[in-house]
């Protein structure tokens, strides 16, 4: 069974810095893991993601910047490095595996409160 796990949010003031940390384990291959977010009465946002052969990372405009993603290969983990917060980045986040034709596995999604 496949698992995907995100931790690491919380509430920051505008201007501060928070890291979000996802973990997936479970019968997958991995083609990329990304990160999306999901602010109250809007779609659901791409954030950042990680091409896992390569490492090769893209962003999202409104993060770009800002924002960095990283990984740790050998725990199968995400990491999404949040600086200069705004509190137009108040949202859920959400981690996503991409196993090769689209994102297919999500976790439970982290709140993330950026206070002005």
């Known amino acids: 069974q496949v698992q995907v796990g995100e931790s690491g949010g919380g509430l920051v003031q505008a201007g501060g810095s928070l890291r979000l940390s996802c973990a997936a384990s479970g019968p997958f291959s991995t083609y990329a893991m990304g990160w999306f977010r999901q602010a109250p009465g809007k779609e659901r946002e791409f954030v950042a993601a990680l091409v896992w052969s390569t490492g090769m990372t893209s962003y999202g405009d409104s993060v770009k910047g800002r924002f960095t993603i990283s990984r740790d290969n050998d725990k199968n983990m995400v990491y999404l490095q949040m600086n200069s917060l705004k509190p137009e980045d108040t949202a859920v986040y959400y981690c996503?595996?991409?196993?090769?034709?689209?994102?297919?596995?999500w976790g439970q999604g982290t709140q993330v409160t950026v206070s002005s």
């Open positions: 996503a595996v991409h196993g090769g034709r689209k994102y297919e596995y």
